[in-house]
């Protein structure tokens, strides 16, 4: 499942503590020290560390990742910060590729759906909360990395659906039967590579009008 279950306790706190991210200079870990050297020493801001890891944003052991450097560019962050969004909750985009837009009540209603109602209503809440507060602070309006990666693999699926249906096409052959005798020969035809179809369908209706 593609779904983030980390969460905030409360989001208020959620800007301050990404802005100050971005002014920091990385860490070999971000880990609770590092969190409150930030100056976030509430437990209830502790639950950004969940958050970045599943944005991204740092593995296991909390050591950043490349989308946590790519967010402390200024020009770029709330592109890239959506771009984790979306890897972090994409069965909920495929619901509606504008989940971000929606507003928390829609969030809690489609995460209870998508996690079978394994979550109480208590951490549902805090689960859209901390969805949408992330949302607030991302830019959905350019094409992302993980929308222009699934671009080029759909792109790359149909190509090579294309292809082998080409390929297909080219090894069909015509054979004729002539006479009582049962004589018949082969017609084996070599196909153009294309992609349109038509181009098949006039070659193969020019061989039915005259030669069967």
């Not at 950004?48 to 402390?72: M, N, T």
Request: hydrophobic share 40%; net charge neutral.
């Amino acid at each position: 499942m593609a779904l983030s279950n980390a969460y905030l306790f409360q989001v208020k706190n959620l800007p301050q503590i990404l802005k100050a991210i971005r002014e920091a200079q990385a860490p070999d870990r971000f880990t609770y020290s590092f969190l409150e050297a930030l100056g976030f020493k509430s437990t209830n801001d502790r639950g950004i560390i969940g958050v970045l890891r599943a944005l991204g944003f740092i593995d296991e052991s909390g050591a950043p990742k490349q989308p946590y450097f790519d967010y402390l560019d200024d020009e770029r962050h709330e592109e890239v910060l959506a771009d984790g969004i979306r890897r972090a909750y994409a069965d909920l985009f495929k619901l509606n590729n504008k989940a971000d837009e929606k507003d928390t009540g829609w969030v809690k209603n489609k995460l209870k759906t998508l996690t079978q109602g394994a979550k109480g209503d208590a951490v549902l809440a805090k689960m859209a909360a901390t969805f949408t507060a992330l949302c607030k602070e991302a830019d959905f309006t350019t094409r992302t990395v993980a929308a222009k990666e699934e671009t080029a693999a759909t792109t790359t699926s149909s190509e090579e659906t294309k292809s082998r249906k080409a390929e297909d096409q080219g090894s069909k052959g015509i054979v004729r039967r002539v006479g009582a005798l049962g004589l018949s020969y082969n017609i084996n035809i070599e196909l153009p590579a294309v992609r349109d179809q038509l181009v098949y369908d006039a070659i193969f209706k020019a061989l039915r009008d005259n030669l069967l």
